[in-house]
């Protein structure tokens, strides 16, 4: 039997990250979560504050289910070996903040997909690579919106950046009334 109040890592229980179908969790899936936790969730933690976790390891039941519903739950799902998290900020940081920090300064935690989602809240989705890859995980970052009832991925920057080119600026003239002289 695993016990559920086992730390994971500094910062979270394995309680936490296993919600549903606990006599289906494997000693491989406590594993892959004890690496997730100390390589990203922490980090995350660290930087933005306590942080929920929605979804962490999920049995193929539990998976299957939720494709059912239409939740989106990809047939390949990293959560499926316990390699992926849905985080929310109890701080009120944004998916949006958490992936601009990965994008910056984050870049070096080995992540291998992080998703800004958007379905009828807000979550970043954030996993690390399959047991058994080698080589550098991806570091992909994504958006996920839903457009005419379809989930639609799209790169994070990108999209970011398009949304910032939206904006209406106005030129200001500069302030201090002082000269720069080279």
Partial sequence: ?????????RFFKLSECVKDDVDELRPEHVSCLTKLSNWVLDPLRVRFGPLRVNSGWRSQRHNDALRARG????QTSAHLYGGAADLVSIDGHSPGEMCAWLAMDGKVLPYDQAIDEYRHSAWLHIGIQRPGNIGNPRRQLLAMRVVDGVDTYSDWLESSLG?????????????????IRG
């Fill in 1 to 9: 039997m695993i016990d559920l109040d086992t730390y994971l890592s």
């Fill in 163 to 179: 949304a910032l080119s939206d904006l209406e600026v106005t030129p200001t003239e500069p302030q201090g009334g002082g000269s």
């Fill in 71 to 74: 939740l989106g739950a990809s």
